[in-house]
């Protein structure tokens, strides 16, 4: 695998998914936990900022017991990761280390290694998730 700081980064593109006929407001906030959502109605939902639901998933609802359960599909449980962790851009590493702590006594044993993790998350168009470009060497200096 790559060195950390060489790792690619992902975040959820919160600007540009809903160009998919779908609202990634609505996408985020039936993530919420149960109490959460209990204010909301498909009207509300529809008319807010995503980064509202974004929040509150990672102040909140992310500590959870039901928040991400063993069974949760993988691609689900990446995506909860990153809205857990207020959509800060995360690496491979960062999510599978997460979900390895998260599970580490699953009933459910699966493949969670960066490198699988990596793969999906190069795959996970459907979640709105998108590589974060790497800086212009020029500006890094």
Not at 26 to 38: E, F, G, N, S, V
Not at 70 to 78: M, R, S, V
């Amino acid at each position: 695998m790559e060195e950390t700081e060489k790792a690619h980064r992902y975040v959820i593109d919160l600007d540009t998914a809903d160009g998919d006929n779908r609202s990634l407001a609505a996408t985020i906030a039936w993530r919420k936990c149960y109490a959460c959502r209990q204010g909301d109605t498909d009207e509300s939902v529809l008319a807010s900022d995503p980064r509202e639901h974004l929040a509150q998933i990672a102040k909140q609802c992310s500590d959870t017991p039901d928040y991400l359960l063993q069974d949760t599909p993988i691609k689900e449980a990446i995506f909860r990761v990153i809205l857990a962790g207020g959509n800060e851009p995360a690496t491979a590493e960062k999510v599978s280390g997460d979900l390895m702590s998260r599970w580490a006594m699953s009933a459910y044993p699966r493949e969670l290694s960066p490198a699988v993790i990596g793969k999906l998350l190069d795959h996970s168009q459907g979640y709105s998730i998108v590589k974060v470009p790497d800086p212009d060497p020029e500006e890094a200096e």
